[in-house]
């Protein structure tokens, strides 16, 4: 069915919901899977495969919770007895005419909720590389600055030098002409 690098995901899930997940994958209304691709080795299939855990782990520990409170109801309503008022059974019949759309949904969900979740990182990591970097870029900033200004310190100079050779050359050639008249 899947691939066995999977078993450790598709173990802690149970059988139904793992042939559930490789029809959801086969029969997907927008994006059908290739039988090669859920068999294989791919990040989509192991990503649905996360999902479908993370929601079947969410889904028993809302239960475990839900249930310690109605333990907990009712034993402060009824403390003197044991009987309990029974609650009325509602039988549901699966279909599976909206499992495609429920797991469209919940993609959606998911990207909204990855695309969120990147934004903060993002905007985290901008933080932080501002924080770490900043000292360090305004050192480099002030080091550049130095040296702009070396830089222009040296041309004047330069130009100093040139104009001071200039007018050595100049009086050279004005005691040359001198000197040969």
Known sequence: MFHSDYKHITDRLPDSLVKRAYQSLLIHS??????????????????????????????????????????????????????????????????????????CDHEEENNCQVMNELKVFRQHLLDYNKRTFEKFMQDIEKEYRERITANKRLRCEVENLKMQVQEAEKKLASIKSDSIH
């Not at 059908?32 to 068999?39: A, H, K, N, Q, R």
């Not at 549901?92 to 909206?98: G, H, I, L």
Request: net charge positive.
């Open 30 to 103: 927008k994006n059908p899977v290739p039988l090669e691709m859920i068999s294989g080795k791919s990040g989509r299939i192991e990503s649905y495969l996360r999902h479908k855990l993370e929601v079947y782990e969410n889904s028993l520990n809302r239960k475990c919770k839900s249930m310690a409170q109605t333990k907990l109801l009712r034993s402060r309503s009824w403390p003197e007895c044991n009987v309990f008022p029974a609650s009325p059974a509602i039988y549901v019949t699966d279909n599976r005419t909206q499992t495609v759309n429920i797991s």
